[in-house]
């Protein structure tokens, strides 16, 4: 069975910490993973990883992807309270992709 | 450009009604997808559709049909509401195989 693991599942930081979060995961015929950060309402898009070892950035984020040990990482350095939100972990599965499977998230709470 | 539009934004079924959720996009995207999220389970993919005319089954597709007669609609029916359809329904769209999706604001439905 398909399955998208994150952890942890809630996290809570005071503004200036720096956070590892995980995402595991074990799928058919894997194709890629991204990563959503969600707020209120919609998941807005964050990273796609395709290929291991490659680290995308943007701003204080960061991510990489481990197709050896099916895993990634998102990194978020020098937090504030803005960043407080779900964050996603999503993989793209299957032969002709458009199939994904969403983790539960983790909840991250950063407090001034 | 508006995104992603999804209507109602809320609805209350009683049980064994039918409604349409529906889903329009102005960003020419192939892609399209539903998914239902509920508390600690994380996004669910229902039904998706690689292009007009093309659509096919996600991990919880039971109870609900879709049809891509256009690119930029993408409706989602409940044949015969049940409390157990009781979530919160994001339709997204994505450009291609190698972009995020960019998801609509959601449609909260409550089955009683």
């Known amino acids: 069975e398909d399955k998208v693991v994150q952890s942890p599942l809630s996290l809570v930081v005071h503004e200036g910490d720096t956070v590892t979060l995980n995402c595991s995961y074990e799928v058919t015929n894997f194709r890629s993973l991204l990563w959503y950060k969600q707020e209120k309402k919609a998941p807005t898009f964050l990273f796609m990883l395709?290929?291991?070892?490659i680290e995308k950035k943007s701003g204080r984020l960061s991510s990489i992807l481990d197709k050896k040990e099916l895993f990634s990482i998102l990194n978020i350095t020098a937090t504030q309270t803005g960043d407080s939100a779900i964050y996603l972990c999503a993989v793209e599965k299957g032969n002709y992709g458009q199939n994904f499977v969403f983790g539960p998230g983790t909840r991250l709470s950063v407090l001034p | 450009n508006a995104g992603v539009t999804q209507t109602p934004k809320f609805q209350v079924l009683k049980t064994g009604q039918s409604m349409t959720l529906q889903c329009a996009q102005d960003m020419n995207h192939e892609y399209m997808s539903w998914y239902r999220q509920d508390p600690g389970m994380g996004l669910r993919l229902i039904h998706y559709?690689?292009?007009?005319?093309?659509?096919d089954q996600g991990e919880v597709p039971n109870g609900y049909n879709v049809s891509r007669s256009t690119t930029e609609d993408f409706p989602l029916r409940l044949l015969s509401a049940a409390p157990s359809q009781t979530s919160v329904y994001f339709c997204?769209?994505?450009?291609?195989?190698?972009?995020?999706?960019?998801f609509g604001s959601g449609t909260r439905l409550t089955v009683v």
């Open positions: 559709s690689v292009g007009a005319g093309i659509t």
């Open positions: 997204a769209s994505r450009q291609g195989a190698r972009y995020g999706y960019t």
């Open positions: 395709t290929s291991s070892g």
